[in-house]
């Protein structure tokens, strides 16, 4: 039986791999992303009950989607990172991360730090209030559709970062030369970018 659903999120390929099979043998459903444009399109998809996530990477850092995260999809997260200096832990705080892990540590070091996170996460069940009950029959992001008051440009510009190892001013305006030739909007074009992005995400049937 699983011990719960978790997405993992380093841009460090090796990282992602030794995580993802070492939480996967201790018994966790994973999800793996390597970079944040990716997290946040499976995060949507899978629904993970926690997240587990670098801080620095290239495009959407660790940060935007743990806001995204918090924000939108109500995910517990928590953080591992190679940086300890005062702003990042501020940030970590600010943020309301269950936990926070300093690099370098092993797996054996990790999984029972997520499995400490998964109990501070998913606390035992308490009777319903007005308020608990309003929220868990109104999701606040559902379908496949972005919401509105997501910076859908910014988010736009990171897939292009990720997809083709551009600098940020170049895929921005790649976005915008992309608006121009078809008519659209840059926020508009933003979208369908997107939405083609998490379309090409969904694993193939069959």
Same mark, same amino acid.
Do not use: C, W
């Given at each position: 039986?699983?011990?719960?659903?978790?997405?993992?999120?380093?841009?460090?390929?090796?990282?992602?791999?030794?995580?993802?099979?070492?939480?996967?043998?201790?018994?966790?459903? /994973?999800?793996?992303?390597?970079?944040?444009?990716?997290?946040?399109? %499976?995060?949507? *998809?899978?629904?993970?009950? %926690?997240? %587990?996530?670098?801080?620095?990477? *290239?495009?959407?850092? =660790?940060?935007?989607?743990?806001?995204?995260?918090?924000?939108?999809?109500?995910?517990?997260?928590?953080?591992?990172?190679?940086?300890?200096?005062?702003?990042?832990?501020?940030? /970590?705080?600010?943020? =309301?991360?269950?936990?926070?892990?300093?690099?370098?540590?092993?797996?054996?070091?990790?999984?029972?730090? /997520?499995?400490?996170?998964?109990?501070?996460?998913?606390?035992?069940?308490?009777?319903?209030?007005?308020?608990?009950?309003?929220?868990?029959?109104?999701?606040?992001?559902?379908?496949?559709?972005?919401?509105?008051?997501?910076?859908?440009?910014?988010?736009?510009?990171? +897939?292009?970062?990720?997809?083709?190892?551009?600098?940020?001013? *170049?895929?921005?305006?790649? %976005?915008?030369?992309?608006?121009?030739?078809? =008519?659209?909007? +840059?926020?508009?074009?933003?979208?369908?970018? +997107?939405?083609?992005?998490?379309?090409?995400?969904?694993? =193939?049937?069959?």
């Amino acid at each position: 039986m699983s011990k719960g659903k978790i997405l993992v999120v380093d841009d460090d390929r090796l990282v992602l791999a030794t995580l993802s099979y070492g939480l996967t043998q201790a018994g966790f459903d /994973v999800i793996d992303a390597d970079n944040g444009d990716d997290a946040i399109l %499976l995060a949507r *998809e899978h629904r993970p009950q %926690l997240a %587990l996530l670098d801080i620095r990477m *290239e495009g959407l850092t =660790g940060f935007d989607v743990a806001a995204y995260l918090r924000e939108y999809l109500q995910t517990p997260f928590m953080f591992l990172s190679a940086f300890a200096d005062e702003a990042t832990v501020t940030k /970590v705080k600010e943020l =309301g991360a269950v936990a926070y892990l300093v690099k370098p540590l092993d797996i054996s070091q990790i999984v029972p730090a /997520v499995e400490a996170a998964f109990a501070r996460a998913t606390p035992p069940a308490a009777p319903p209030t007005a308020a608990t009950a309003a929220s868990a029959v109104a999701p606040a992001a559902t379908g496949s559709e972005v919401p509105a008051t997501l910076d859908i440009t910014a988010l736009a510009v990171g +897939v292009l970062m990720h997809r083709f190892s551009l600098p940020r001013d *170049e895929a921005l305006a790649r %976005l915008l030369s992309l608006a121009s030739a078809d =008519g659209h909007s +840059v926020p508009e074009q933003a979208r369908r970018l +997107v939405d083609a992005v998490e379309l090409l995400a969904r694993p =193939g049937k069959g």
